[in-house]
């Protein structure tokens, strides 16, 4: 019993391959697969007895194929595809360039269906590109950043010169130093020394 091939893998866009998946089995489709995969590095120049088939990074050599439709024969000049009854890559490559060439020259020559440009769309050539919007970083922004810990606990440090008590200067810079000095009973002038009476003015 023939073994079916389910869900082939096709490594190439040629209906060819779809279609032997179908009638081929297995081991079969996986040898022609090969060739036909070998086929799209092959390049063919049409002479007038067929087609001269080389590799593209060859410039002399090659096989000569030659294709009869009327008779659906196809042949090459190494006479390897006789004997292995299967299609070569060169045959592939051949009848492939075949079947593009036709659909070339049967597509039609109208202009209907181009896409012309808008008369009031303008077409410059030139393109300047601007520096890009600044945009917004994610997370809060740095001055409305929330205080940590620490910061929280600090104490502020008020001044202590009388009537002041500003928090942000000290005594040494206070701006009110100069308008409210009194003389304290320690800077007095007049200096009293212990066990000594001051001086009676009645005297």
């Given amino acids: 019993m023939r073994q079916k091939y389910h869900n082939p893998l096709f490594r190439t866009s040629f209906p060819i391959e779809e279609h032997v998946a ?25 002479t007038a007895h067929g087609y001269i088939v080389r590799h593209h990074t ?3 050599g090659g096989r000569l194929v030659s294709w009869k439709d009327e008779e659906e024969s196809i042949s090459c000049s190494c006479k390897e595809f006789q004997f292995s009854g299967t299609k070569e890559r060169e045959q592939v490559a051949n009848k492939e360039l075949e079947k593009v060439i036709r659909q070339i020259k049967s597509m039609p020559e109208s202009q209907d269906n181009l896409i012309d440009l808008e008369p009031d769309v303008p077409n410059n050539d030139g ?7 600044g945009s917004k970083t994610k997370g809060r922004p740095k001055r409305s950043r929330p205080k940590g810990g620490v910061e929280v606990a600090k104490k502020l440090r008020y001044c202590h010169v009388p009537n002041c008590r500003g928090t942000d200067h000290d005594t040494r810079n206070c701006p009110n130093k100069n308008k ?12 009293i020394t212990k066990g000594w009476r001051q001086p009676s003015s009645n005297i």
Avoid: G, R, W
Wanted: proline content about 9%; overall charge negative; glycine content about 0%.
């Fill in 127 to 133: 393109c300047e590109v601007e520096n890009p919007v």
């Fill in 58 to 60: 060859k410039v002399d």
């Fill in 180 to 191: 409210n000095i009194e003389v304290l009973p320690s800077q007095s002038p007049i200096k």
């Fill in 22 to 46: 179908s009638i081929l089995t297995p081991y079969a489709f996986e040898l022609l697969q090969h060739e036909i995969e070998l086929s799209t590095k092959y390049a063919a120049t049409q």
